[in-house]
Each structure stands twice: as C-alpha cells, then as structure tokens.
C-alpha cells in the first residue's frame, strides 16, 4: 500500500482539501506531555478554534490504533489529553513501531511535519521547538526536531525555542544545516515564555503574506526543508525574564540530580517549571500556542491567494 492511502484524513480535513481551503497542521505531544489534562485537552480545542477564526482549517495529527490520524475528531482530543504521559512521544524513528502495536502515539514537532509533508500541508503551528540541550557536549542531546527542519518541506510557527535549551547553540545549528529563521515583527529570537534572548534572527519579515511570498519562492526554487517562523509570546502573557529564568535553572538543576534521559526531558522541565512558578509558566505557553495558531493560519491563508 502507499503511504498516501494510510493516511486517516477527519471529514472536515478531506472537505478543505476540496474547496482548496488553507489547512494548518497541529501537533500532539504538546497535548499528551506538554501539559497537564484538562488544561491540555481545552487548550487543544481552543488551538483548533484559534485556527478557524483566521479562516483556516486545523489539522491535528497523531497516531492511534494502526492509524495516521490527519484531523482528530473532539473526542479523540480528548482521549489523547486523558491518555498523557501512557501515549509514546512519537519521533521520527518511532512512527512504525506505534502504527505496529496499534498504541496511542502523540506526534512531535518532527513526526508532525513529515505527516504534514505526507498530507501536503505546509504550515504548521507549535509552541516552542525542541534544540540543542544545555550541556548538549556531554549529552549530545539535541532534537530530531531541527533535522527535519532541515529536511522536510514544512514551515513551523513557534515562539522561538524553549528557554530550557542552549539557544545560541540551537541558533548555530539552525545555521548550518541551512534552516532560515523569520522573526515576526521582531528582530530578536524569542525565548519561549519571553520575548527576549539576547539573539538576533535572521530575517524580519512584518506580514503574513511576505512570509507566504518567501516560503513559496523557497520551494519553487526547489530548496529542500523547512523554515522556522519565529513569533513572540504576547507581551501580556510573558513571564518576567529572571523570574524564569531561575526557575529553569532550578529544573535543570534537579532533572540532572535525577537523571532524567532521552525524550523523558523536555516534558520533566514543562511540568517542573510549572510547578515552580505556580502555574504562571502554563499561562504563557497556552497563549503563545494560540498566537502560533493564529498566524500560522494567517500564513496558511496567505499562502492559498
Ligand atoms: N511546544 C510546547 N510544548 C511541547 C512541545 C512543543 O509548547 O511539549 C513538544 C513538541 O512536540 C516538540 C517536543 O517536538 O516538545 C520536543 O521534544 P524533544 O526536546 O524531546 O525533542
Ligand atoms: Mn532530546
């Protein structure tokens, strides 16, 4: 069979493929390990409905019982936010393995984008990608996330890389493996629950549609991968820049007392950092996502004119 055919599309997913209607692909690692239930299963929702308002339809994808899921219906949302941590993180390499056992599979940012390459859907919205670790020279630790970028022929909205990273490294990685990075209205990379690093982008572009223009000039002229469109948290949802700042600083400290490994590490920082800051640290990541969804639809829409 070919791959096309295994692909599970939701009604109203195959219905805006044939109105050639804009599409915006959703992740759902960030539903299953990025936050707790319920928080996770209404944020979800609200991404979805965050696309729509922009005229776009949402496309969330996740692997569940044998099948590559294009679209989830509301209570498979909701069946993947109550299933949690008990659904594997799906990366890359872990795609057949869960299609294999017929297992709930949440879907990161890697295995995102190549189903959303599978399903011709070039637009994506996150919240924050994964990268380089800190202390990613001993650990080698560093995401799948930014090789299929480099790879896969999907533009990812995101506020920038989560602030649990070594972002400079992150940045020089992104580099050189050639993935353009475009601030929207800002020239500084965000930092996930802040607007600032520090760091510069590459390109500030201003509009949807001059991110629509660059990204179908990119692959018109046949460069491969993807591109990183990097969008600040809403200032009023920010979290102060050294209150968080010693609050990761806290988490990493206890994720290495611990020895926590391998994809256990990003979803051990998220809930840490939001028990330390008392939920504060939530409050910025549901914002920045519905944001992502917002523009990501904007791009997606932008890109159909
Ligand atoms: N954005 C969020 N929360 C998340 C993620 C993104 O706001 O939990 C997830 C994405 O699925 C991303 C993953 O691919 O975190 C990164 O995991 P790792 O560092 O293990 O590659
Ligand atoms: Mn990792």
Redesign the pocket.
Known sequence: MHRLQMLHFSKAVVEAKEKKQAIVAL?S??IS??MPYPKNVETALEVEQAVRSKGAVPATIALMNGQIKVGLLREEIVALGKAGLSAA?V?RRDIPFILQQKKYGAT???ATMIIADWAGIRIFA?????GVHRQATQTLDI???LQELANTKVAVVSAGA?AILDLPLTLEYLETFGIPIIGYQTKEFPAFYTRESGLQVDYQLDTPKAIAETLTLKWQLGLKGGVLIANPVPAAHACPKSYIDDIIECALKESIEQGIKG?A???FL?SRIEQLSEGASLVS?IQL?LNNARLAAEVAVAMNE
């Open positions: 992740e690692t960030i390990h990025g993180k990366s990161t940012v890697a996150t919240g924050g990608i994964g995401s799948t996330d989560k994809k590490v990003t979803p998220l990541n996502v």
